[in-house]
Protein backbone atom coordinates (compact mmCIF):
# COMPACT_ATOMS: atom_id res chain seq x y z
CA UNK A 1 0.00 0.00 0.00
CA UNK A 2 2.86 2.52 0.12
CA UNK A 3 3.87 4.14 -2.43
CA UNK A 4 5.22 7.31 -3.94
CA UNK A 5 3.45 8.84 -6.65
CA UNK A 6 2.72 12.14 -8.06
CA UNK A 7 4.58 13.23 -4.91
CA UNK A 8 2.20 11.54 -2.86
CA UNK A 9 2.36 9.12 -0.06
CA UNK A 10 -0.43 7.20 1.26
CA UNK A 11 0.24 5.19 4.62
CA UNK A 12 -2.82 2.74 5.81
CA UNK A 13 -2.38 1.94 9.46
CA UNK A 14 -5.57 0.49 10.59
CA UNK A 15 -7.70 -2.29 9.01
CA UNK A 16 -11.19 -3.93 9.71
CA UNK A 17 -13.47 -5.97 8.10
CA UNK A 18 -17.40 -5.02 7.31
CA UNK A 19 -19.99 -7.85 8.35
CA UNK A 20 -20.36 -8.11 4.49
CA UNK A 21 -16.41 -8.49 4.21
CA UNK A 22 -16.11 -5.79 2.91
CA UNK A 23 -12.15 -4.43 3.83
CA UNK A 24 -11.84 -0.99 5.33
CA UNK A 25 -8.04 0.62 5.46
CA UNK A 26 -7.60 4.13 7.40
CA UNK A 27 -4.25 6.24 7.17
CA UNK A 28 -2.99 9.21 6.10
CA UNK A 29 -2.15 10.05 2.49
CA UNK A 30 0.05 13.48 1.16
CA UNK A 31 3.16 15.17 1.78
CA UNK A 32 4.08 17.67 3.08
CA UNK A 33 0.62 18.22 3.96
CA UNK A 34 -1.26 15.32 5.20
CA UNK A 35 -5.26 14.08 5.31
CA UNK A 36 -6.92 11.22 6.55
CA UNK A 37 -7.19 8.36 3.92
CA UNK A 38 -10.05 5.82 3.84
CA UNK A 39 -10.64 3.02 1.06
CA UNK A 40 -13.01 0.33 1.07
CA UNK A 41 -12.37 -2.85 -0.95
CA UNK A 42 -14.85 -5.71 -1.72
CA UNK A 43 -14.14 -9.10 -0.76
CA UNK A 44 -13.02 -9.78 -4.63
CA UNK A 45 -10.46 -7.09 -4.19
CA UNK A 46 -11.91 -4.31 -6.40
CA UNK A 47 -12.30 -0.69 -4.71
CA UNK A 48 -15.80 -0.47 -3.75
CA UNK A 49 -17.55 1.95 -5.89
CA UNK A 50 -20.44 3.18 -3.71
CA UNK A 51 -17.74 4.67 -0.80
CA UNK A 52 -16.43 7.74 -1.39
CA UNK A 53 -15.19 8.75 -4.59
CA UNK A 54 -14.08 5.44 -6.04
CA UNK A 55 -13.50 3.91 -3.11
CA UNK A 56 -11.55 6.41 -1.34
CA UNK A 57 -11.98 9.01 0.67
CA UNK A 58 -9.23 11.86 1.46
CA UNK A 59 -10.53 14.10 4.06
CA UNK A 60 -8.00 17.08 5.51
CA UNK A 61 -9.99 18.13 8.17
CA UNK A 62 -7.46 21.15 8.99
CA UNK A 63 -5.18 19.80 6.90
CA UNK A 64 -2.22 17.59 8.53
CA UNK A 65 -4.65 15.33 9.77
CA UNK A 66 -3.71 11.19 10.30
CA UNK A 67 -5.98 8.94 11.06
CA UNK A 68 -4.27 5.86 13.27
CA UNK A 69 -6.65 3.68 14.80
CA UNK A 70 -10.40 2.88 13.47
CA UNK A 71 -13.59 0.94 14.78
CA UNK A 72 -16.99 0.09 13.35
CA UNK A 73 -19.95 0.75 15.02
CA UNK A 74 -23.14 -1.37 15.54
CA UNK A 75 -25.04 0.93 13.01
CA UNK A 76 -21.81 0.30 10.54
CA UNK A 77 -20.76 3.86 11.01
CA UNK A 78 -16.71 4.50 11.15
CA UNK A 79 -15.10 5.95 13.68
CA UNK A 80 -11.67 7.26 13.57
CA UNK A 81 -9.14 8.45 16.28
CA UNK A 82 -6.20 10.74 14.98
CA UNK A 83 -5.10 13.99 15.21
CA UNK A 84 -5.05 17.28 12.88
CA UNK A 85 -3.36 21.03 12.98
CA UNK A 86 -2.50 23.61 13.02
CA UNK A 87 -2.90 22.85 16.64
CA UNK A 88 -1.56 19.56 17.10
CA UNK A 89 -4.43 17.80 18.53
CA UNK A 90 -6.46 14.23 18.81
CA UNK A 91 -9.93 14.09 17.18
CA UNK A 92 -12.48 12.00 16.75
CA UNK A 93 -14.45 11.69 13.41
CA UNK A 94 -17.28 9.77 11.86
CA UNK A 95 -18.57 8.60 8.55
CA UNK A 96 -21.60 7.26 7.13
CA UNK A 97 -21.48 3.71 5.70
CA UNK A 98 -21.40 5.88 1.93
CA UNK A 99 -17.83 7.62 3.48
CA UNK A 100 -19.74 10.69 4.07
CA UNK A 101 -18.44 12.35 7.23
CA UNK A 102 -21.81 12.13 9.81
CA UNK A 103 -22.13 16.16 10.38
CA UNK A 104 -24.25 14.91 13.47
CA UNK A 105 -21.59 13.63 15.00
CA UNK A 106 -19.45 16.22 17.71
CA UNK A 107 -19.49 19.46 15.77
CA UNK A 108 -19.37 18.75 12.04
CA UNK A 109 -18.43 15.38 11.90
CA UNK A 110 -15.49 15.71 14.39
CA UNK A 111 -14.58 15.87 17.94
CA UNK A 112 -11.72 17.62 19.15
CA UNK A 113 -9.14 16.96 22.10
CA UNK A 114 -6.74 19.99 22.32
CA UNK A 115 -5.81 18.15 25.90
CA UNK A 116 -4.11 15.45 23.69
CA UNK A 117 -1.44 15.49 20.60
CA UNK A 118 -2.80 12.19 19.08
CA UNK A 119 -5.98 9.37 19.18
CA UNK A 120 -3.59 6.23 19.07
CA UNK A 121 -6.35 3.74 19.78
CA UNK A 122 -10.65 3.53 19.96
CA UNK A 123 -13.05 1.06 21.35
CA UNK A 124 -16.57 1.21 20.74
CA UNK A 125 -18.34 0.25 24.06
CA UNK A 126 -21.64 -2.11 24.26
CA UNK A 127 -23.68 0.69 25.43
CA UNK A 128 -22.08 3.03 22.31
CA UNK A 129 -19.92 5.04 23.66
CA UNK A 130 -16.43 6.02 22.15
CA UNK A 131 -13.44 5.35 24.19
CA UNK A 132 -10.27 6.27 22.74
CA UNK A 133 -6.76 6.34 24.24
CA UNK A 134 -4.30 9.04 23.34
CA UNK A 135 -1.17 10.51 23.55
CA UNK A 136 -0.05 13.74 24.86
CA UNK A 137 3.52 15.68 24.52
CA UNK A 138 2.48 17.47 27.73
CA UNK A 139 4.06 15.59 31.11
CA UNK A 140 2.05 17.75 33.58
CA UNK A 141 -1.57 17.16 31.80
CA UNK A 142 -0.15 13.49 31.64
CA UNK A 143 1.05 11.32 29.27
CA UNK A 144 -1.60 9.40 28.14
CA UNK A 145 -5.20 10.54 28.14
CA UNK A 146 -8.31 8.16 27.77
CA UNK A 147 -11.24 9.86 26.38
CA UNK A 148 -14.96 9.12 26.59
CA UNK A 149 -17.75 9.90 24.01
CA UNK A 150 -21.79 9.87 23.78
CA UNK A 151 -22.97 8.06 21.05
CA UNK A 152 -23.62 11.33 19.30
CA UNK A 153 -19.97 12.51 19.96
CA UNK A 154 -19.67 14.48 22.87
CA UNK A 155 -17.78 14.15 25.64
CA UNK A 156 -19.37 11.92 28.27
CA UNK A 157 -18.55 14.78 31.06
CA UNK A 158 -18.96 11.12 33.82
CA UNK A 159 -15.65 10.04 32.61
CA UNK A 160 -12.41 11.90 34.14
CA UNK A 161 -12.50 15.66 33.87
CA UNK A 162 -14.94 16.90 31.11
CA UNK A 163 -14.84 13.72 29.23
CA UNK A 164 -10.90 12.72 29.43
CA UNK A 165 -8.97 11.02 32.06
CA UNK A 166 -5.12 11.76 32.47
CA UNK A 167 -2.69 9.27 33.26
CA UNK A 168 0.46 11.58 34.50
CA UNK A 169 3.82 9.46 34.07
CA UNK A 170 6.15 10.96 31.45
CA UNK A 171 7.55 7.85 30.32
CA UNK A 172 4.28 6.27 29.03
CA UNK A 173 2.82 6.48 25.22
CA UNK A 174 -0.14 4.36 24.51
CA UNK A 175 0.06 2.27 21.12
CA UNK A 176 -3.42 0.86 20.94
CA UNK A 177 -7.03 0.30 22.81
Known amino acids: ?47 DDNFGENGMIIDPIHGNSNAYAMALQADGKIVIAGDTGPDNQAIVVRYKTDGTRDTYFGEQGVQYLPEANEGIGIAIEPDGKILTANW ?8 VALAQLMPDGQRDISFGTNGVFRMIDPGMRPRAL
Do not use: C
Not at 9 to 30: N, R, T, W
Not at 136 to 143: D, F, Y
Open 136 to 143: TSNAILGN
Open 1 to 47: FQRMKRGLLDLPVAMLEQPDHKLIFAGSIGYPIWNILLVRINPDGSK
